[in-house]
């Protein structure tokens, strides 16, 4: 799968305080054991060059996605956004908005999802179950299916936690893994090795300026992608 570089970066928002951009599948926000190039350090070499910055350049990792998985990532240029906008993660006054794709769907067409996830770190997968135990943490989405597409179909998560492999956990507890994740119970793996999961949408009140900020990713250049449009 293609990776993002300065060159082709794409720059979703921008200004003093924040930057987000839209994540490609397969990069990784921070650096991990691959040694691969992390995203992070990607947007720090192109705020260098547009911004003719000899030193080294601030950049806080405010939150991740997962690595198969497209969509928004932002980031914080300065220490005060950056404490600013983890306090908002944190307390849960982003909004965050997912779109997904899956061959299967629930009997209901909208609703909400709960359940209790435990992360198995051996296998970097968590469980999902109806009852709390344990080290089980709560999880909360509410979902809709946006349309039926020839075999597949587009829904809409939004969430109320932010558990590790939250959505990909808890579709797969409904029968109804992600295109492409075979982690989850897909049937088979995406050719790059993606997953058909996408951070479409974030919305929060700028952590400086007080103002609402609504930011939008379009949808990767793929062939399910594009009949979603």
């Given at each position: 799968?293609?990776?993002?570089?300065?060159e082709?970066l794409?720059?979703?928002?921008?200004?003093?305080?924040?930057?987000?951009v839209?994540k490609?599948?397969g990069?990784i926000?921070?650096?991990?054991?691959t040694?691969?190039?992390?995203?992070s350090?990607?947007?720090?070499?192109?705020?260098?060059?547009?911004?003719?910055?000899?030193?080294?350049?601030?950049?806080?990792v405010?939150?991740?996605i997962?690595?198969p998985?497209?969509?928004i990532?932002?980031?914080?240029?300065?220490?005060?956004?950056?404490?600013?906008?983890?306090?908002?993660?944190?307390?849960?006054k982003?909004?965050k908005?997912?779109?997904?794709i899956?061959?299967?769907?629930?009997e209901e067409a909208s609703?909400t999802?709960?359940?209790?996830?435990?992360?198995?770190?051996q296998k970097n997968?968590?469980f999902?179950?109806?009852?709390p135990g344990?080290k089980r943490?709560k999880?909360?989405l509410h979902y809709?299916?946006?349309r039926?597409?020839?075999?597949?179909?587009?829904?809409?998560?939004?969430l109320?936690?932010?558990?590790h492999h939250?959505?990909r956990?808890?579709?797969?507890?409904?029968?109804?893994?992600i295109?492409?994740d075979?982690?989850y119970?897909?049937?088979?793996?995406n050719?790059?090795?993606?997953?058909?999961?996408?951070?479409?949408?974030?919305t929060?009140?700028?952590p400086?300026a007080g103002t609402e900020v609504a930011?939008?990713?379009p949808?990767?250049?793929?062939v399910?992608?594009?009949?979603?449009t």
């Open positions: 799968m293609s990776r993002s570089t300065p082709n794409q720059v979703l928002y921008e200004d003093n305080h924040l930057i987000a839209g490609r599948a990069d926000v921070q650096g991990d054991k040694g691969d190039t992390p995203l350090e990607v947007v720090k070499q192109y705020i260098a060059v547009k911004y003719n910055k000899p030193g080294a350049v601030f950049l806080g405010i939150h991740r997962d690595r998985t497209s969509g990532v932002i980031f914080a240029r300065t220490s005060k956004a950056l404490s600013r906008m983890n306090a908002l993660f944190a307390s849960g982003t909004n908005t997912y779109h997904a899956t061959q299967h769907v629930p609703g999802l709960e359940h209790y996830l435990e992360r198995n770190p997968k968590s999902a179950y109806g009852k344990g943490k999880a909360v809709r299916i946006l039926k597409l020839e075999r597949h179909y587009l829904w809409e998560i939004t109320e936690t932010g558990r939250q959505i956990a808890q579709l797969a507890a409904l029968k109804c893994p295109r492409g075979l982690k119970g897909a049937p088979r793996s050719p790059d090795g993606s997953i058909h999961l996408h951070a479409k949408r974030l929060f009140t700028h400086v930011i939008e990713a949808y990767p250049d793929e399910l992608w594009s009949a979603c």
